[in-house]
């Protein structure tokens, strides 16, 4: 059609929203968390343009500017649009960087990808699991996980209104809780089935197959996804540098962001 923005043809003629900031044939590909947007890495991405990358970020199918209507809204085919924009924009090598369901995305997009993936960032992913298992004691519950998607079902305004808030362990105002907010928002109400696929969810076998060196952000007061998960990544990649954020809740690329940059910028330096 006649759209100006940048956006990927999908299945049904549905599309994805995408932004490319820089140019050549390597990028640091950023994929938001669950019901978010490609602006929540508002703050991350100038520092990344600055120092030379290319930056590619992407709207999940059934959020921010992507069609809200996909049949799918799961999770691999999230991370099929993630691997379809990376052939589209014929990139070479990439660094995919994850932010909590994003991570998840991240991970399966990876194992897709091969060697053209040259690093994994976990950003307080949800990887390897979200939930708890027989022999994973990480995690959540399914018991919780199903009082969540109920909570929103009843009242998903203010469900998503305390959701913004509890990203943040740290003060941050007000303006930056309505801001989270509001991105939420813009998501489709449908999109809870993301979510869903969040529960049998189990990335071991996946993580421990990759063979790329992998960052994994841990937000110590992370009350969303468990810092254990997200420490658990070092039990089954090879190759594993955790990055403890002491005073984040889920949000390090907010809360902490000296650190969260520094390490990002260091790790993505020096493989792309």
Known sequence: GGSIMSSLTREDGKHIYYEDYGSGDAAVVLVHGWGMSLRTWDYTLPPLV???????LLDHRGCGQSSKDFADLGIEAIA?????????LGLQRVVLNGWSMGGAVVTAAAHLLGQRCVGLVL????????LQKPDYAHGGTDEALAETLAAMAADRVNFLAGLAAGVFATEVSQQVVDWMWDIFLQSSPLAAQSLA???PLDQRAT???????????VGAKDEIVDPAVCRSVADYGADVTLVECPES???PFIEEPELYLRELLGFVAARL
């Open 80 to 88: 099929g649009d993630v691997v379809a924009l990376v052939q589209h």
């Open 249 to 251: 809740g889920h949000a």
């Open 207 to 217: 993580l421990a197959a990759l063979n790329v060196p992998i960052l994994s952000y």
């Open 197 to 199: 696929d969040l529960g």
């Open 123 to 130: 950003t307080c992913g949800a990887s390897p699991c979200y």
């Open 50 to 56: 600055d120092a030379g990358q290319r930056v590619v």
